[in-house]
């Protein structure tokens, strides 16, 4: 992964990487308050050797003491001393667990013990911690030989007495709070990335290029009205939705002006990635730019597209696949602009052998000559190979990906499908996508940056809202049957 994928997914995983942070906080806070609170006293003793005074005993005495200080810090946690500091203070607790409390270190080249205490009571805490030096001093003249004087040659003096502490030394409620906050936040990011590691969906440019070189034509933003408004650019032609088909016309024009055929198979990996939806609304702003245009609803399993446009579908595709009808028959006439549609007529039994037939390779050619655009909505390519046997027939498969729905392993499937028969992909669009976030129509390629209102849908501009809604709902035969006579 790079810096901006871990950029994309801080932004994506912000909720669970927030929300684990501040639920580290409050277990960090949870865990100081359920705490009961220790407080710590420490008194110091110094070690030292009673000599002559000469400077060779001195030193002597000096290096002695040095040599022999750790072995006396571990005796002040020994019974020896503490059990005459739980008589002296009427302790209930035995040595052992008395030492559990107390600490007894030296730092290295010094002859200075530190004695620290840990008790919830403060008081008490401050008492033990003396007791401890006193009796440390006693246990010490027993343990150490008096010389030949009759003195230890060993002297413990109290250098500080231990003071009644104000404040706990545990628990460290900033502490805990801040070791919360950097554990919750170091398991959200972990969450996110690996969240983003183990999510196969596609969501983007990225996990497109991830299966496939196919060219990306551009991205239809999501329309949670799509169900109430398939057609956006005639019900809201200055929606996000409405001008994204606007950008893939411009791009589908590219593909149009090249030396290939003027046809194309626009289908998907599985249902529900706004195929059908896509290609009328694609072939709507096609036409209103002046691209005489057809649109052929191949999907002999499931057909939408007379549906969406409002047209009669009983007959169609399949009746001039057989030969029961005439084109100039079936063919109906949309809108006020060179757009025609093709329903697909009949459900037939065999779907995938009339697509791939020798009538309709004849019906490609007939129309390849007649209209500047030919755009096929076929069926999905997983379930069938409708789409597939099509696409090789014409100037390619548009596929429709969409984004949040389909898994990278099925649009692999889907290229493969039309791969394995030798048909070209044209390019890939990706729909459904998000208006909001890393992945929202606005950032990468799909971006224009300009707003909406401005001089998009000025062929809508006159006409009234009611006009537009029958426009859409009523389809128009065309009134001079010689405009299709080429095609008989």
């Given at each position: 992964?790079?810096?901006?994928?871990?950029?994309?997914?801080?932004?994506?995983?912000?909720?669970?990487?927030?929300?684990?942070?501040?639920?580290?906080?409050?277990?960090g806070?949870?865990?100081?308050?359920?705490?009961?609170?220790?407080?710590?006293?420490?008194?110091?003793?110094?070690?030292?050797?009673?000599?002559?005074?000469?400077?060779?005993?001195?030193?002597?005495?000096?290096?002695?003491?040095?040599?022999?200080?750790?072995?006396?810090?571990?005796?002040?946690?020994?019974?020896?001393?503490?059990?005459?500091?739980?008589?002296?203070?009427?302790?209930?607790?035995s040595?052992?667990?008395?030492a559990?409390?107390?600490?007894?270190?030296?730092a290295?080249?010094?002859v200075?013990?530190d004695?620290?205490?840990?008790?919830r009571?403060?008081?008490?805490?401050?008492?033990?911690a003396n007791a401890?030096?006193s009796?440390?001093?006693?246990?010490?003249?027993?343990?150490?030989?008096?010389?030949?004087?009759?003195?230890?040659?060993?002297?413990?003096?109290?250098?500080?007495?231990?003071?009644?502490?104000?404040?706990?030394?545990?628990?460290?409620?900033?502490?805990?709070?801040?070791?919360g906050?950097?554990?919750?936040?170091?398991?959200g990011?972990?969450?996110?990335?690996?969240?983003?590691?183990?999510?196969?969906?596609?969501?983007?440019e990225?996990?497109?290029e991830?299966?496939?070189?196919?060219?990306?034509?551009?991205?239809i933003?999501?329309?949670?009205?799509?169900?109430?408004?398939?057609?956006?650019?005639?019900?809201?032609?200055?929606?996000?939705?409405?001008?994204?088909?606007?950008?893939?016309?411009?791009?589908?024009?590219?593909?149009?002006?090249?030396?290939?055929p003027?046809?194309?198979?626009?289908?998907?990996?599985?249902?529900?990635?706004?195929?059908?939806?896509?290609s009328?609304?694609?072939?709507?702003?096609?036409a209103?730019?002046?691209?005489?245009?057809?649109?052929?609803?191949?999907?002999?399993?499931?057909?939408?597209?007379a549906?969406?446009?409002?047209?009669?579908?009983?007959?169609?595709?399949?009746?001039?696949?057989?030969?029961?009808?005439?084109?100039?028959?079936?063919?109906?006439?949309?809108?006020?602009?060179?757009?025609?549609?093709?329903?697909?007529?009949?459900?037939?039994?065999?779907?995938?052998?009339?697509?791939?037939?020798?009538?309709?390779?004849?019906?490609?050619?007939?129309?390849?000559?007649?209209?500047?655009?030919?755009?096929?909505?076929?069926?999905?390519?997983?379930?069938v190979?409708?789409?597939?046997?099509?696409?090789?027939?014409?100037?390619?498969?548009?596929?429709?990906?969409?984004?949040?729905?389909?898994?990278?392993?099925?649009?692999?499937?889907?290229?493969?499908?039309?791969?394995n028969v030798g048909?070209?992909?044209?390019?890939?669009?990706?729909?459904?996508?998000?208006?909001?976030?890393?992945?929202?129509?606005?950032?990468?390629?799909?971006?224009?940056?300009?707003?909406?209102?401005?001089?998009?849908?000025?062929?809508?501009?006159?006409?009234?809202?009611?006009?537009?809604?029958?426009?859409?709902?009523?389809?128009?035969?065309?009134?001079?049957?010689?405009?299709?006579t080429?095609?008989?």
């Amino acid at each position: 992964m790079e810096l901006r994928d871990y950029l994309r997914v801080l932004r994506k995983g912000w909720i669970i990487i927030l929300a684990l942070t501040l639920l580290g906080v409050a277990l960090g806070s949870l865990y100081s308050l359920a705490t009961a609170p220790l407080y710590l006293a420490s008194s110091k003793v110094f070690v030292s050797v009673q000599s002559a005074g000469t400077v060779s005993e001195l030193t002597q005495g000096s290096n002695f003491t040095q040599n022999q200080v750790k072995s006396y810090t571990d005796v002040i946690t020994t019974p020896a001393v503490l059990q005459p500091v739980i008589e002296q203070l009427g302790l209930s607790v035995s040595a052992q667990s008395l030492a559990s409390q107390v600490t007894a270190s030296t730092a290295t080249g010094t002859v200075v013990v530190d004695i620290g205490v840990t008790d919830r009571s403060p008081q008490r805490a401050a008492d033990i911690a003396n007791a401890i030096a006193s009796s440390f001093e006693t246990t010490v003249g027993q343990l150490v030989p008096v010389n030949t004087t009759g003195t230890s040659p060993v002297k413990i003096t109290v250098l500080q007495e231990a003071l009644v502490p104000n404040e706990p030394a545990s628990p460290n409620t900033k502490l805990n709070i801040l070791l919360g906050g950097i554990v919750g936040l170091i398991l959200g990011v972990s969450v996110a990335i690996l969240r983003q590691t183990l999510d196969t969906k596609v969501r983007n440019e990225r996990d497109v290029e991830a299966v496939t070189s196919a060219p990306i034509l551009g991205g239809i933003a999501f329309d949670p009205k799509a169900v109430e408004r398939p057609l956006v650019v005639q019900d809201d032609p200055r929606s996000p939705r409405a001008e994204s088909f606007r950008t893939l016309r411009t791009n589908l024009q590219f593909l149009v002006a090249l030396d290939r055929p003027k046809s194309y198979v626009i289908t998907s990996s599985i249902p529900g990635e706004g195929k059908s939806t896509s290609s009328a609304n694609l072939a709507i702003v096609t036409a209103s730019a002046g691209t005489r245009t057809i649109i052929i609803d191949a999907d002999l399993r499931k057909p939408k597209l007379a549906e969406y446009l409002g047209l009669e579908g009983g007959a169609g595709l399949t009746d001039l696949l057989v030969g029961r009808a005439e084109i100039s028959d079936v063919i109906q006439r949309w809108g006020s602009h060179e757009l025609y549609v093709l329903p697909a007529g009949r459900i037939p039994p065999n779907p995938s052998e009339l697509l791939g037939s020798k009538a309709m390779i004849g019906l490609i050619e007939d129309l390849e000559a007649e209209f500047d655009l030919v755009l096929f909505d076929a069926p999905p390519l997983l379930p069938v190979t409708d789409a597939a046997i099509l696409a090789k027939h014409t100037g390619g498969a548009l596929v429709m990906v969409g984004a949040g729905r389909v898994h990278r392993g099925q649009l692999k499937g889907a290229i493969s499908a039309l791969t394995n028969v030798g048909s070209d992909i044209a390019g890939v669009v990706m729909t459904m996508l998000p208006t909001k976030g890393p992945d929202s129509y606005g950032y990468g390629r799909y971006g224009y940056g300009y707003g909406y209102g401005y001089g998009y849908g000025e062929e809508f501009d006159n006409t009234k809202a009611s006009d537009r809604k029958r426009r859409k709902t009523k389809a128009e035969v065309p009134d001079d049957a010689m405009e299709l006579t080429s095609l008989k």
